[in-house]
């Protein structure tokens, strides 16, 4: 169990927990000096076996709050400090506000510095704070008095505290490893060490991890939880880590990073998804105001995206997104504190739900319909994904992408596949991809790919059908190649469409011209007959007809796939019995002499040595011809037979 401190500045809380644990948390000469903390610090005292408890105490000065809410991220237990002779103070509400966006509904009030002040007192500072916790997540924590100074009821609380540590249930460590990092500091003979608390997962010695936003990969040489030597780590401790690696430096490294499983692939994020949380004494939060955002341990300056208005009243929520100015590492679920960068003052709080959003569609109904079942999934303990995949079922065409899902809320994809099974939906897994479907959803896809494919018979009527690649960008753009192409061979399998090698079609469907290409054709066809060996090129047969060359190519093209003849250059089109007897001319050469010669075919079929080595070419690139050196030999003899 992590407790946090919380309360206003000079309330005790660092004399309390030296009194606790017999630990200083103030580490640093200048905190010594001053009398104030100024860093978070750390004390993990002996409990008993199989109980740890540690604390983490944080600075009480408004100058220091963004230190305050660097030591709050990862805590599960609230140590709310009030002093019985100021009572409750600005800070005191602050971090009690701080407490709320975060999440904390689990801790105790210290009221401390009861020595200072009579009975009286006491029962009315008691009062005050009863007010305050009142609409508060800790609405029924328990208040115990304290002294510091006398040791009156630090028992009483300590075994508050011991207790609540002891009937902690240990939670499941759940989806990769992430930790948000609050030192960074070499160490000799060590080398690099991090510090934080971890989020989720689990992480052991000799773990490959990710340092990001930078994204360098590290080893983690060793570890200590909860300031002890030992192999492994989970969600819920804290944690030091030795890493190395050959890119891993202090300088890659500041506070505010994360260290991540390097199987969580999640990019830098610059955008975050968010439901906001306006405080009910904040003012108004106009669209596209300037604010500074609190995230695990880090700080950001940004400005907030409203998408549901122009305006965010105090004590309401709004769904928003985050437009930061450094690159982030966040996922589904976590909290983030929204300040005013101007004023000095907390707006409220923010859960992240997605990172790295659509630019476009931001508002339509569906994006918030799925962002708003992202908030319900974020809302539950532990955090369940169902509310969005039931949603993305319900409201996506072009199914979930799982990986992406998974990444975001951190969670296996399979775990995902399985709920989605649970749900009757379907899941399409690729090398590329995963995705899940309704059995609505797939049908409809399915009938794109049919309407396709019919549309595309009648407007080219001449071709044997429609090649996969082209039907999957027409049909389905908004999908993956590999996913399409699994709903494609469905269909092929059941008999809905035919394949003609790359080529699918309508059963039953056979190419032919269109009847305008027809006519055209047969005006064309016996001008080409008649050149025998050197044939109009399309241009001539342009002019003589009035029309532009691409639509006589076109006609010819079609022509040529229908079998009635063969393209052998751009513009140089043969009957396909004119190139079954330049294909006996070949034969007739190599007979003769073993080998074919440019200069004899030319010389045979009366053309120009340019056309015939086109010809020859082209017979290469068929399969009929062979070449050597400058002469060829016959591959296929009785490929015009």
Sequence with gaps: MIVGTAGHVDHGKTALIRRLTGIDTDRLKEEKARGLTIEPGFAYPEVADGIELGFVDVPGHVRFLHHMLAGSAGVDTALLVVAADDGVMPQ?????????????????VALTKVDRVDADRRRRVRGEVAALLEDSPLAAAPIVEVSSHTGEGVEALRDRLWTLAARQPEAPARGHFRLAVDRVFSKAGAGLVVTGTAFAGRVQAGDRVRLEPAGITARVRSLRRQHREGEWAQQGDRVALNLAGADVSHEVMRRGDWVVAEALETPPLRRLDVQLQLLDDAPPLKHWSPVQVHLGVGRYNGRVSLLEGQRL???ERMLGQLVLEAPVHACL?????????????????????????????????????????????????????????????????GGIDLHALARNANVEVAALAEAVSALGGETLTTAQATRSFSAEAIAALQARLLDTVTANHEREPSMLGTERARLLRQAMPELPEATGRQLLERLLAGGMLEAHGPFVARPGHRATLGEEDEALWQRLEPRIAAARYQPPRVRDLAASEGLDEG?????????????????????????????????????SLEREHGRIRAAAFRDRLGTGRKLAI??????????FTRRIGDERVLRHTDMWQ
């Design 333 to 397: 679920g976590d909290r983030c504190v929204v300040r005013d960068p101007a004023a000095g003052i907390t707006l409220g709080g923010g859960t992240v739900l997605e990172g790295d959003p659509p630019r476009r569609g931001q508002r339509r109904p569906e994006r918030l319909a799925w962002l708003a079942a992202l908030a319900e999934c974020a809302a539950a303990v532990p955090l369940d994904p169902t509310p969005a995949l039931r949603e993305g079922l319900r409201g996506r065409p």
């Design 551 to 587: 639509r006589i190519r076109e006609v010819l093209t079609a022509c040529a796939r229908l079998g009635r003849l063969y393209q052998v250059r751009r513009d140089h089109f043969y009957p396909a019995g004119t190139v079954a007897e330049m294909a006996a001319v070949a034969q």
């Design 313 to 315: 009243a105090p004590g």
């Design 92 to 108: 005191t509400v602050e971090h009690l506000q701080i407490l709320t966006l975060l999440g904390l509904d689990r801790g105790l």
């Design 614 to 623: 086109h010809i020859l070419e082209f017979f290469d690139k068929v399969g």
